[in-house]
């Protein structure tokens, strides 16, 4: 009978031992949110307000000093680029936070933590043609309220340079900061607390909320931007992941930017 040698048992023994580590490993489970998380997220977006308010006063102080006057000379509640300036810094304090408390509070990864599961090619394709039909669906929609004919988001585009500036603000920043926000950490609470059903419409309704100052007075707008939010709970909530809803969002604004773009001749003619 053959024996096996000592270097045969400890080769048996390391390949034994290795074995495991080539088993399928489980998925990361998303962060068990509690109640405490969004607590401190409401104490702390106020603080973030402010820091960002400052930080862009601040800048635009020192653009002033380097520039001529005359170049900024609008207030800086109509300032394009002002406004647009405070929006990152602030989002980017709202993201940070949330960062910190999935990857340093919950331990989590950070994406995987906040029910992001990575889409097949296909699904990815079929959600920017969702996400582009809702777009042409929306600019075709009646309206059935009165509204002021220009609102605070149209009187933005203040010059060709303004709408390149809001159109990559609304393609590479406004739908991953929203969806991590709304989708992700908000909707997670509100489904682990409440339900499903109730973090798709109050996730629907606070994204609704959020853009009522953007179409102040364009009273449609509200409702076709609060379904369009509905929409993207709905993807979020129905696939369990944060991926669709970011997919969409990306391709709605996209579609809408180069739909603008090429009505106003780049942005030449958007009055």
Known sequence: MPVDTPEEQISQDS???????????????PVPWSLQ?????????????????????????????????????????????FLLAFQLIFQGLLLGFVY????IRHRRPFWSGLNWRKPSLGQTLWLTVGGIVLAFAIQWVP??????????????FTSPAAGYAIGAYSILMAPWAEEVIFRG???????????????????????????????????NHVILISLVGLT????????????????????????????????????????
């Open 15 to 29: 390949v034994a031992t290795s074995a495991p580590s080539l088993a399928p490993q489980p998925e990361p489970q």
């Open 37 to 81: 998380d969004l607590a401190f997220f409401l104490l702390f977006a106020p603080l973030a307000l402010l820091i960002a308010n400052l930080a862009a006063v601040a800048g635009y102080a020192v653009l002033r000093s380097l520039l001529a006057r005359g170049n900024l000379s609008n207030p800086l509640q109509h300032d394009t680029f």
């Open 100 to 103: 910190a408390l999935v990857v």
């Open 143 to 156: 309206n059935i309220l009165p509204e002021t004919r220009t609102f605070p988001l149209q009187q933005m």
């Open 185 to 219: 950490f908000l909707f997670g609470i509100f489904e682990r607390r409440a339900g499903l059903w109730f973090a798709i419409v109050l996730t629907a309704l606070l994204f609704g909320g959020l853009h009522v100052p953007e179409y102040w007075g364009a009273w």
């Open 232 to 271: 993207f709970s709905l993807a979020r909530g129905l696939s369990g992941s944060l991926a669709p809803s970011v997919i969409l969002h990306l391709a709605y604004n996209t579609s809408l930017i180069a739909g603008l773009f090429f009505q106003t001749q780049g942005f030449q003619n958007i009055k």
